[in-house]
Nanobody
Framework: VQLQASGGGLVQAGGSLRLSCVAS????????MGWFRRAPGKERELVAA????????YYVDSVKGRFTISRDNAKKLVYLQMNSLKPEDTSVYSC??????????????????WGQGTLVTVSS
């Protein structure tokens, strides 16, 4: 599978961005999908996940109420709407195919494949 994320950029604190990820090369509608971010010197952190049908979602506590994940299976797209952005949200964001969907914790072993990310910079 190939994943291509886009939509990052520079935004002031309190602003919004919408990230998009297009998938190719495999059946998309059967995959749980997610977005992770990786800041310099830190491990990947899964911030949001969505079940293959789109009916269930997961968010890490730090983004709950601010970020929304969604998907369009017909177009093989996954979105991450980010509102009320904070400087600590600054990171490279990548979409990821997940080995499973869960509404609790995730580990690095749950990440099956991912593409190059898109940089989000939030200025204070």
């Amino acid at each position: 599978v190939q994943l291509q994320a886009s939509g990052g950029g520079l935004v002031q604190a309190g602003g919004s961005l919408r990230l998009s990820c297009v998938a190719s090369g495999r059946t998309f509608s059967r995959d749980a999908m997610g977005w992770f971010r990786r800041a310099p010197g830190k491990e990947r952190e899964l911030v949001a996940a969505i079940s293959y049908g789109g009916g269930s979602t997961y968010y890490v506590d730090s983004v709950k109420g601010r970020f929304t994940i969604s998907r369009d299976n017909a177009k093989k797209l996954v979105y991450l709407q980010m509102n009320s952005l904070k400087p600590e949200d600054t990171s490279v964001y990548s979409c990821v195919v997940l080995r499973r969907f869960s509404q609790s914790e995730y580990s690095q072993g749950d990440f099956e494949s991912w593409g190059q990310g898109t940089l989000v910079t939030v200025s204070s």
